[in-house]
T-cell receptor, first 113, second 109 residues
Framework: NAGVTQTPKFQVLKTGQSMTLQCAQD?????MSWYRQDPGMGLRLIHY???????DQGEVPNGYNVSRSTTEDFPLRLLSAAPSQTSVYFC????????????FGPGTRLLVL | SQQGEEDPQALSIQEGENATMNCSYK?????LQWYRQNSGRGLVHLIL?????REKHSGRLRVTLDTSKKSSSLLITASRAADTASYFC?????????FGEGTQLTVNP
């Protein structure tokens, strides 16, 4: 199993540009999440999903959209990039229910100029 | 808001010594998890302790939970240089975890 994969690994954007960060998992996990990590900080939840077709906002959702059309994929869209969105983005998945452990992808480093 | 607060922010020890990190939280929990993050990598789950447990072991890791004090500690025994990483506690369940700011552990050879 590849686990949780994220693309791209690194991206530079100009202010106002849009892009989609890709996340996929091959573990048949129901739950998927997007976090951002700023330097020297913990992770903050952006959006999450408890199954295909079901998404909800986390702690810092503004400026981001998500959709979950399949169990495997959970893309994160930046609508109009801002320098404040410069961060490292992590996707995670878990079985859900009583299985609480989250499995993280390697991250996408985003720089917005 | 950060629900898990780690202490200390940074810890530097010699190989073979024990490392203890603490985590405090503000509201009641069903469980608390600890994760490790090597530099530039994603987080890796270490251990989960449920609210009805007081202590849990996994290899060289020992986690305690005191729900009356709303705190948890992670002990790494006989540390190795490869243990150098950031350690985070996380509260929550399912797809919604709340992380603290982490403890940066450096183990010197």
């Amino acid at each position: 199993n590849a686990g949780v994969t994220q693309t791209p690994k690194f991206q530079v954007l100009k202010t106002g540009q849009s892009m989609t960060l890709q996340c996929a998992q091959d573990m048949n996990h129901e739950y998927m999440s997007w976090y951002r990590q700023d330097p020297g900080m913990g992770l903050r939840l952006i959006h999450y999903s408890v199954g295909a077709g079901i998404t909800d906002q986390g702690e810092v959702p503004n400026g981001y959209n998500v959709s979950r059309s399949t169990t495997e994929d959970f893309p994160l869209r930046l609508l109009s990039a801002a320098p404040s969105q410069t961060s490292v983005y992590f996707c995670a998945s878990s079985y859900g229910g009583y299985q609480e452990t989250q499995y993280f992808g390697p991250g996408t480093r985003l720089l917005v100029l | 808001s950060q629900q898990g607060e780690e202490d200390p922010q940074a810890l530097s020890i010699q190989e073979g010594e024990n490392a203890t990190m603490n985590c405090s939280y503000k509201t009641s929990i069903n469980n608390l998890q600890w994760y490790r993050q090597n530099s530039g990598r994603g987080l890796v789950h270490l251990i989960l302790i449920r609210s009805n447990e007081r202590e849990k072991h996994s290899g060289r890791l020992r986690v305690t939970l005191d729900t009356s004090k709303k705190s948890s500690s992670l002990l790494i025994t006989a540390s190795r240089a490869a243990d150098t990483a950031s350690y985070f506690c996380a509260k929550g369940s399912g797809s919604r975890l709340t992380f603290g700011e982490g403890t940066q552990l450096t183990v010197n050879p």
